[in-house]
């Protein structure tokens, strides 16, 4: 399965984005996208890659950083395969190149290593 996120840019802030991240083919078990729980991760500039936000495959259960938690919502909707990463309040500190990606195992899903599928990542710049 393919992953593909796109809705970056350059915003003031307090403003509010929306990412979207497409899922597209299927694994070799035949499953697409809304099968897999997703995870979006971001990695500021000189900084590792960090955990931001999940969705169990269902759409049942989310998780946030405590950073993101209040201004960020994901949700999924999987008739077209597609999560999104809403975010609300942008601050200087959200600057950060976001990536999402899918995995079967929830119970590590802030770890970027539990992740098999990774799409190429989005910027957000975020000014004041």
């Known amino acids: 399965v393919q992953l593909q996120a796109f809705g970056g840019g350059l915003v003031q802030a307090g403003a509010s984005l929306r990412l979207s991240c497409a899922g597209s083919?299927?694994?070799?078990?035949?499953?697409?996208?809304?099968?897999?729980?997703v995870g979006w991760f971001r990695q500021p500039p000189g900084k590792e890659r960090d955990f931001v936000a999940a969705?169990?495959?269902?759409?049942?259960?989310?998780d946030y950083s405590d950073s993101v938690k209040g201004r960020f919502t994901i949700s999924r909707d999987n008739a077209i395969n597609t999560v999104y990463l809403q975010m609300n309040n942008l601050k200087l500190e959200d600057t950060a190149v976001y990536y999402c990606?899918?995995?079967?195992?929830?119970?590590?899903?802030?770890?970027?290593?539990?992740?098999?599928?990774w799409g190429q990542g989005t910027e957000l710049t975020v000014s004041s």
């Open positions: 083919g299927r694994s070799a078990s035949g499953l697409s996208l809304s099968r897999y729980d």
């Open positions: 990606a899918a995995d079967f195992d929830y119970r590590d899903y802030w770890k970027p290593r539990t992740y098999d599928y």
């Open positions: 969705i169990r495959w269902t759409g049942d259960s989310t």
